[in-house]
């Protein structure tokens, strides 16, 4: 079996990775707050565990991985966007959950397999909050219940750090009801115009932290593989999710890998909506650049190295995957199947230590260049694309349309020849002489292209009988 080798942010070094149970091998990883589109740093996360969950079912088998990933649904934030918007929180929820879903799976994501929303699992916070309070590691004061840090000894141990210089360190909030200032809240009261629920500390909501402790031992048990997020998680969020964990339930070890993307910046600094930086997966797709050219790019950087979005790489990216789609076009895969073949060794080796995508696509440019003049590793070349999450256009099947389309995208002749057509077609209606018009389609017909007509202009969309070499001569 392959030997997966990932960092532990825990341990501070890279370990062979031994699964607790190779039959049910289990990830959670820290989802968005839904309340806005996610930005391009959001999205990090989210490709990079996607490449190891896609590693997972590689090596254990697909039916043999657990995937959980969450939607913050209850949160201040989507609170004041209600406010703001006089919207109502459940509507603001749903529409950027299905925006969320929408964009990742533009990247190539793979949808987890489990995707709790917060506010489904209230009952089931409750009762972990009862439990840290009956093993006096948390209190009830003035409608809160506090988590008390200082009852769990090994509080800090993910980041490495005591106590006492998280205080120094952190911008801890000071309240009159906290025992003591690094406690943080489990439970907070709520008034009429926030949501809530009834518990036995009165009306309130959860605190942020607990819903990952609850959903991920519903879901996954009192131990589970691998936990991960993006490093701006690891204090407070993670280290506040293993005290509950561990504390509530404390027959499990929570998790046993930690795993941190690094930030995507801008000019240097983190991209984040409070230093108003950013741009949306969303304005990306819609200024035309495809979602699997923002993943080449997410993948050419090592996920635990600081990413900056440059045009300069998006056009580098866009460049590259348009000259292998190019050669499965050259090479007739668009239309008939390709010889079976595996993933790349290397590429899997590459993925394996530790999760080296930028040695994957170096890997991915020494098979394009041995494909050139072999079938067969064009076949390895697209299968270790599709492992990577690389879209292959041989592969796209799944619409005609879409298919047709990017084949038209791809082929430049194509392209012009459809501009051309317009153009003529524009001039023929006004001159009323279709003879250039009617000599265009009928030599587009012989190499295989459908050409539709209609109101909205002139539409190429190549057949099963496409031959590029018949398009010379027509633009
Ligand atoms: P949030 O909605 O801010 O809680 O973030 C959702 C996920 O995106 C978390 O895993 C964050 O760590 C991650 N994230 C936020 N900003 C960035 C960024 N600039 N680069 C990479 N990951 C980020
Ligand atoms: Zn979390």
Known sequence: MTEIKLHNSRSRTKEVFTPLDPENVRMYVCGPTVYDRAHLGNARPVVVFDVLYRLLRHVYGAERVTYARNFTDVDDKINARAAESGRAIGEITAET????LDDMAALGALEPDHMPRATA????????????????????????VLFRVRSYKAYGGLSGRSVDDMIAGARVEVAPFKEDPMDFVLWKPSDATQPGWDS?????????????SAMSYEILGPSFDIHGGGNDLMFPHHENEI????CAHPEGQFAQVWMHNEMLQVEGKKMS???????????LLDQGIPGEVIRFVFLSTHYRKPMDWT?????????????????????????????????????IAAISDDLNTAGAIARLHEIYAAARSDDQQVAVL????????????????????????????????????????REMRRKAMASKDFSEVDRIKSALLEAGVEVRMSKEGVELVPGPNFDPSQLEGLS
Not at 201 to 209: N, T
Not at 243 to 246: D, E, L
Not at 273 to 283: A, H, I, Q, Y
């Open 97 to 100: 959950t299905q925006w969320f």
């Open 121 to 144: 699992y209230i009952p089931q916070m409750i009762a972990m909050i009862e439990g840290l309070i009956e093993g006096d590691h948390a209190y009830a004061a003035e409608g809160h």
């Open 200 to 212: 036995p500390w009165g009306y309130g909501r959860p605190g942020w932290h607990i819903e990952c």
């Open 243 to 246: 005290a509950q964990s561990c």
């Open 273 to 283: 909506k409070s230093l108003g930086n950013f741009f949306t997966v969303r304005d």
């Open 311 to 347: 045009e300069r790489k998006a056009q580098e990216a866009e460049k590259t995957l348009r000259k292998w789609d190019q050669l499965f076009v050259a090479t007739g895969s668009v239309m008939k199947n390709l010889p079976d073949a595996e993933v790349d060794p290397q590429v």
């Open 382 to 421: 697209k299968a270790s694309m599709e492992f990577l999450g690389l879209g292959v256009q041989a592969n796209r099947s799944a619409s005609a349309n879409f298919q047709s389309a990017m084949t038209v995208a791809l082929i430049p002749e194509l392209q012009t020849i459809e501009t051309l057509l």
